[in-house]
């Protein structure tokens, strides 16, 4: 069974552009959440989406936003860009998203803004 | 507010020797225990978790970790590393019964970088 794919791998991007992301769960995964991962803030939760709806968000600016389509692929967005934004966003898949479930990870898209 | 914590930033360690990296978490209601390993320009790949039942969790690599609920702790052990074991190691949690804001969500700690010298 392929695992999840993140597109692209790595992405410069310039100070105000936006950009976006792609995830491909594995399949039969229904349930995709994003992860942005620096050096001095670690894994954070961004969001969560199950059937296409945004079930759980973590504590991020509204210029991070994201969506599923009905194949699952999930897409993450982030606006006008800030330096802050350079990181490493993972993407992760399971099942349904339940507490148990095991989230299978990607290899990341890093992302650099200058 | 949820929070785990990984004791130990970075653990050199000599190949065969044993290793343990500590992990504690603060929390008044229920969880669900995991590690994860993540190797250079990799994603995260997941080492064994805790959901209920025994205490002992024995996972992939020769990795085994043990619950233990008095001290909300949930330390990572192998009894001999290898050189291939150098990455970093994450703590995480979820939160049991708190409905849809633990959907999908894992609370990570900030990582342990184990480093296995020959």
């Known amino acids: 069974k392929a695992g999840v794919t993140q597109t692209p791998r790595y992405l410069i991007k310039t100070r105000g552009q936006q950009v976006t992301l792609s995830c491909s769960p594995i399949?039969?995964?229904?349930?995709v959440s994003w992860y942005q991962q620096t050096p001095g803030q670690g894994l954070q939760f961004l969001f969560e989406?199950?059937?296409?709806?945004?079930?759980n968000k973590g504590n991020f600016p509204g210029r991070f936003s994201g969506r599923q389509f009905s194949n699952s692929r999930s897409e993450m967005n982030v606006s006008t860009l800030e330096l802050g934004d350079s990181a490493l966003y993972l993407c992760?898949?399971?099942?349904?998203?339940?507490?148990?479930?095991?989230?299978?990870f990607g290899p990341g898209t890093r992302l650099t803004v200058t | 507010a949820q929070s785990v914590t990984q004791l130990d930033s970075q653990v050199p360690v000599f190949e065969e020797a044993p290793v343990e990296l500590r992990c504690n978490y603060s929390s008044s209601v229920s969880v669900y225990l995991f590690w994860y390993v993540q190797y250079p320009n990799q994603g995260l790949q997941l080492l064994l978790k805790y959901l209920s039942g025994s205490t002992l969790v024995k996972g992939i690599n020769g990795f085994e970790a043990e619950f233990n609920k008095s001290q909300t702790s949930f330390h990572l052990r192998k009894p001999s590393v290898h050189i291939s074991d150098t990455a970093e190691y994450f703590c995480a949690v979820i939160i049991r019964g708190a409905g849809g804001t633990s959907y999908g969500k894992l609370t990570f700690g900030q990582g342990t970088i184990l480093t296995v010298h020959p």
């Open positions: 992760a898949s399971s099942r349904d998203g339940g507490l148990g479930n095991e989230q299978y």
């Open positions: 989406y199950f059937s296409e709806t945004q079930r």
């Open positions: 399949s039969g995964h229904r349930s």
